[in-house]
């Protein structure tokens, strides 16, 4: 064989050895020479900070690569973070509508919606923010959760304003699923409402939405966009109805969102931004709007969209049984003697559950049974009362009030016939 390829051979083995030689032989200067540039680097680094030489102005933009480094981070991190997230099913209409109600008042200044742009002054941020109409199919839902949720740094995204409720984040994806495809027609009927003549007639006549002149106007116009200028909500559950509920839960339910007591990311920066005077205002409204509480609900919050799911007898029968006598044996006590409905007054620091949305009520109720939502100082009560409530009992007991009529009050309800009860129980 010829002795060139050998040689060549054995030098390319050797040269590990070699290797390890030179560095045993010179590895202190070689040492020393990376931490002598090393120094340099840093030294010449914090002399252009402190000598005020780094472009941070918005108005310079960043360098391409400067730009192409923080995507290329934001991107991967978040891709990293979301693996472990699964998207829930978010064709509902009602989560669509909760988003889009706060998508108006907090993303639509600096992501525009459709017929909305964006603010100018936004548009001089550096980075700036993206229209999402435009590129939102650029990520997946669970990749939309964790940047509502958690924000994005240097951004100014900010993060989720109540980490707990990650039902609200999940309805902010919903809406931003179908964001690419609304017109501005209908993003108006989603984000602010659908107010057709007969209810602007309706409210004229009742004086339910007074005129945006008046000290009252701009407060309701805000809260009507979501529960109904009459305080019906919007048909689908998506929001609750505050028509009819005593004045002092409504006021103690603004305090708590306000304070941070009652988790909501989108309650709470409407509620921070309230004088007491004005809590104390809106919430006497509400509670005045007693004729508004005795009609029974839409069923429909915008043309073309379903109604709520209608629960069938058997589970209504249930959710009575429950309310009336708890369950004692998974230490759920019944929910009459606070709840209504009863002939005696009760607490009007309790809500009224009689005629509300049968989902706002057993959304409520899980995130009682799961310490996440919060509330009043009575919140503890409700926090023992859901711990040994099932899924099935949650959803039959919201089934059972949401059937009562909400003229009910604390006024009993009326028994159907011994013989009628069986029947329906079966």
Avoid at 165 to 181: G, H, I, N, S
Avoid at 204 to 233: F, K, T, V, W, Y
Wanted: proline letters at 7%; aromatic letters at 6%; glycine letters at 10%.
């Amino acid at each position: 064989m010829d002795t060139k390829p050998r040689a060549q051979l054995r030098r390319l083995v050797g040269l590990p050895g070699k290797a390890k030689r030179y560095l045993l032989d010179h590895g202190k200067a070689l040492l020393l020479g990376l931490a002598v540039l090393g120094g340099t680097l840093v030294g010449g680094a914090v002399l252009i900070v402190w000598s005020g030489l780094v472009p941070i102005s918005a108005s310079s933009g960043h360098w391409p690569v400067t730009r192409w480094f923080l995507h290329f981070a934001m991107r991967n991190a978040v891709e990293t973070r979301a693996s472990g997230i699964k998207a829930p099913m978010l064709s509902d209409p009602a989560l669509v509508l909760k988003g889009a109600g706060h998508y108006a008042t907090g993303c639509m200044p600096c992501h525009g919606a459709p017929g909305r742009p964006r603010s100018l002054i936004v548009q001089q941020m550096t980075p700036e923010p993206p229209l999402l109409a435009q590129r939102v199919h650029e990520w997946r839902p669970e990749q939309l959760f964790w940047i509502i949720k958690h924000g994005v740094k240097f951004t100014a995204m900010p993060a989720w304003a109540s980490l707990q409720r990650e039902d609200e984040v999940w309805a902010m994806v919903a809406f931003l699923q179908e964001l690419p495809t609304l017109s501005s027609e209908r993003y108006v009927q989603l984000a602010y409402g659908e107010r057709d003549e007969a209810d602007a007639v309706g409210e004229a006549a009742s004086g339910s939405l007074r005129a945006l002149s008046e000290p009252m106007g701009p407060l309701l116009a805000n809260c009507s966009r979501c529960h109904g200028a009459d305080g019906r909500g919007r048909g689908l559950g998506a929001f609750p109805k505050l028509a009819g509920q005593s004045e002092a839960y409504l006021r103690t339910s603004l305090l708590a969102y306000a304070e941070g007591e009652r988790n909501s990311g989108i309650m709470q920066p409407i509620a921070a931004g309230l004088s007491e005077a004005e809590m104390r205002s809106l919430a006497a409204h509400y509670a005045g709007r007693e004729d508004a509480a005795s009609q029974p609900a839409r069923q429909r919050a915008n043309a073309g969209e379903p109604g709520a799911a209608i629960a069938g007898p058997a589970s209504i029968a249930r959710g009575r049984d429950i309310a009336r006598q708890g369950v004692p044996e998974q230490g759920v006590p019944s929910c009459v003697d606070c709840h209504g409905p009863r002939s005696e007054p009760s607490n009007p620091h309790y809500p009224r559950l009689a005629g509300q949305y049968a989902d706002y009520l057993a959304l409520q109720l899980s995130l009682f049974k799961s310490d996440k939502r919060g509330g009043s100082p009575y919140v503890r009560i409700m926090h023992s009362a859901a711990k040994g409530l099932d899924e099935t009992q949650i959803r039959d007991v919201a089934s059972y009030y949401s059937s009562l009529a909400q003229d009910l009050g604390d006024q009993p309800e009326t028994l159907p016939a011994q013989g009628a009860r069986r029947a329906d129980s079966r």
